[in-house]
């Protein structure tokens, strides 16, 4: 198990737990073994050992048809044969006997360990009165976020209980407000406030730590209203001119009489378990460095095969060229799963709430498990390459539950900036109504007949209202695709490589003057990487 290793390295990731109906999308699946460096499945299963419960139908089938059986030369072999069968059964039944007629005390433990498995935690578990998420932009305010957002839970959950809440309604505070008290209190007791990274001394929201509410007891009592203060995601993180006088007929109070820590897979789980509460999390944050061989013909070409940015091949892959280009990605695939890769490079930290966990989830990386993250991130795509926050998506809390389907899971959070939820037009027949039904050529060079599928709006439509996944594009990265607007784009296949960490797809580019058809393929890259050459239409 690699639990064992995670405990081994305590400061890559703290939960916290302060104590004292709503379809949440943009969560994210932050999987057990991520901080470890593993990039094999938690869990494992041992092959199911039937190969020898077979043979026991056939022995019990040849006894049975012993009496049937005529007198002949190997008679007395087969007789011989059975009666050792008849000793081996006489010999299986006097050990059950032992077994049924053990001491107390051996009946006593074995009810006891029966007892101990149905006592067992779950396998998985989401917490209650969860509120919507909300997006911190480009500030460094995730510290402030996932702070609030463990009191906001905490206030649903009590006013539901004592019935000046009803189970429908909920109260949003504001993070702006609790970032300027904290920044506040901070320059009372710079002795909290003073960690590397964090700049509240320094009269900024830029960075921050949860458990800091437990220590400044005065913010206790100066968590506002978010009409009181709406969140500036670009302007001055300390604007907030009704603050002050909105402190002074503050309704809410906060009593934190305690908070715990846990930084091992199996006491987080556990500590959510004992009070049916999210934790604040907080967690390094790294990059992925992909390599490809600059023997290949497309990297060949690119500047990053170019004697100044090319670097040595790693020696843990078969790249088959001593170069290498290095395309850098997230920690993060578009699905809103984190992830470990071999070849990483840590940059920063990253707060947010772990609002529950399923063991039995797989990701498409193939890790099992996972604790579901309420982030304050948003779905979009960032910057120009998948380097730095990279394409970023997410899911609802029932969805890496496993309680919706794929489909219902669409139309509530689409997510349909991530490539690998695109659909193909292309690939698509008109139905037994659609005249031709779908006249498909499979081989490259050819001409795709899309006249009744994706040239067919009415098609179009209905194929849309009923997946809910994007099925036009447009080309946004000039160097790869052509940016002119005559050209229409339809994703006519994708696939995984060998290894099932690469994917490509192709494009079907359509000339919408002339008819001509051109279809374009990327080469093997990190998924989000297409997100950055076309985008749905």
Sequence with gaps: MLYEQQQQQPSRRRSFLVTGGIALCAVALFVFACCLGATVAVYATQPNAAANTREAPRMMEARGHAPEMRVGPHFEEHHKRLEELESMVRDIHADVQKLLEAPADVQAALQAHIAADADAQPSKWAASYLLPRYYQRDRGTCWDFATIGVLEQSYRENGVAKGYLTADQYVRFSEQAYGIATVRECAKHPEVCDVPGDFAIDNSTEGGEIDWIYSLTALYSQVLPL???????????????????????????????????????????????????????????????????????????????????????????????????????????????????????????????????????????????????????????????????????????????????????????????????????????????????????????????????????????????????????????????????????????????????????????????????????????????????????
């Excluded at 095969?305 to 078969?318: A, K, L, S």
């Excluded at 099925?471 to 994703?491: A, G, H, Q, W």
């Excluded at 960490?501 to 093997?524: G, H, N, V």
Aim: proline share 5%; net charge negative; glycine share 6%.
């Design 227 to 537: 009409a009181v203060c709406p969140y500036t995601p670009d302007g001055d993180d300390m604007d907030c001119p009704a603050m002050d006088a909105a402190l002074k007929t503050n309704p809410i109070k906060f009593d934190l009489k305690n908070i715990e820590s846990a930084y091992s897979v199996e006491d987080s789980k556990a500590m959510m378990l004992k009070y049916q509460k999210p934790l604040g999390w907080s967690s390094y944050m790294h990059v992925v460095n992909y390599y490809f061989p600059c023997t290949e013909g497309y990297w060949s070409k690119q500047a990053a095969c170019d004697e100044d940015h090319r670097v040595r091949c790693p020696t843990n892959g078969y790249y088959n060229s001593d170069y290498c280009a290095i395309a850098v990605g997230a920690m993060y695939n578009m699905d809103g799963e984190f992830y470990m890769h071999d070849n990483i490079v840590t940059e920063g930290g990253h707060a947010m709430n772990a609002v529950g966990f399923n063991d039995h989830f797989t990701t498409s990386a193939g890790f099992k498990g996972g604790f579901i993250i309420k982030n304050s991130w948003e779905d979009r795509v960032y910057g120009t390459s998948p380097a730095g926050r990279g394409a970023r998506g997410s899911h609802s809390v029932q969805y890496w539950m496993q309680e919706i389907s794929d489909w219902e899971e669409r139309t509530i959070c689409p997510n349909p900036f991530n490539p690998e939820h695109w659909l193909s037009c292309v690939q698509q027949s008109a139905g037994p109504t659609g005249g031709r039904r779908g006249i498909i050529p499979q081989i490259r060079g050819t001409t795709y007949d899309i006249s009744e599928t994706c040239l067919d709006s009415t098609f179009m439509t209905h194929l849309v209202n009923v997946t809910y996944q994007p099925t036009e594009f447009k080309c946004i990265d000039s160097n790869f695709c052509s940016t002119d607007s005559k050209y229409r784009y339809f994703l006519v296949e994708s696939a995984w490589n060998a290894n099932n960490d690469l994917w490509s797809a192709c494009m079907l580019r359509y000339d919408t003057k002339t008819a001509e058809q051109l279809e374009i393929c990327t080469p093997f890259n990190n998924p989000s990487a297409v997100a950055y050459i076309w985008n749905r239409a």
